[in-house]
């Protein structure tokens, strides 16, 4: 569970320096009041948009996996502590 958090903060972090490079990048492009740059400064954030669609989904992806995986072990341990009432008895 921590690795798994782990490497969404790493993600995480990786995306909001892309999104600060890529508001740099526009700015230029619309400060340079070029198309091809304003187009090239696009097509950057497209592609940037791909990636971090990839990422997100990886994360989500993995956040549902380690919920998944506490509710089972939810019901293990509750199903233990039942055990062990019974026994009790």
Not at 48 to 55: L, P
Not at 81 to 88: A, L, P, S, V
């Given at each position: 569970m921590h690795e798994m958090m782990s490497r969404c903060m790493e993600l995480c972090q990786a995306m909001s320096e892309s999104i600060g490079q890529l508001r740099r990048t526009v700015a230029q492009a619309h400060e340079s009041n070029d198309p091809a740059k304003?187009?090239?400064?696009?097509?950057?954030?497209e592609a940037?948009?791909?990636?971090?669609?990839?990422?997100m989904a990886g994360c989500m992806n993995?956040?549902?996996q380690g919920q998944r995986g506490m509710m089972d072990q939810g019901k293990m341990d509750h199903g233990e502590?039942?055990?062990?009432?019974?026994?009790?008895r």
């Open positions: 304003m187009r090239a400064a696009l097509g950057q954030v940037h948009f791909s990636a971090m669609d990839k990422n993995m956040m549902s502590m039942r055990k062990g009432t019974e026994q009790d």
